[in-house]
């Protein structure tokens, strides 16, 4: 079984930047897909970002291109989301994910207050 913890999150200004990291315990995620998805209050969980297995590859939701960041330590199997320009839109609950071959893991979420 593979654990997710997120960390870094907090309340933050507009206009400021947060770093969130995702780290596995149990079996490694070394070779999985690895994303972020947020899920803002009163609304659907939404995909935010995501990086394939060896870091060669990213993809974006439209509402964050440019500002946010995905990245992956392949060592430490630890995934980051760089967030900067940070709005009120962007509050929600944070999740990382590990996802291969149809199996995903979830992490338990990390909030992500913007004040205006």
């Known amino acids: 079984q593979v654990q997710l913890v997120e960390s870094g999150g907090g309340l933050v200004e507009s206009g400021g930047s947060l770093r969130l990291s995702c780290t596995p315990s149990?079996?490694?995620?070394?070779?999985?897909?690895r994303a972020w998805f947020r899920q803002a209050p009163g609304k659907e969980r939404e995909f935010v970002a995501s990086?394939?297995?060896?870091?060669?590859?990213?993809y974006y939701a439209t509402a964050v291109k440019g500002r946010f960041t995905i990245s992956r330590d392949k060592a430490q199997n630890t995934v980051y989301l760089q967030m900067d320009g940070l709005k009120p839109d962007d509050t929600a609950v944070y999740y990382c994910t590990a996802n291969r071959e149809g199996t995903t893991f979830w992490g338990q979420g990390t909030q992500v207050p913007v004040s205006s």
């Open positions: 990086i394939d297995w060896d870091g060669d590859n990213t």
């Open positions: 149990g079996r490694t995620v070394m070779n999985y897909e």
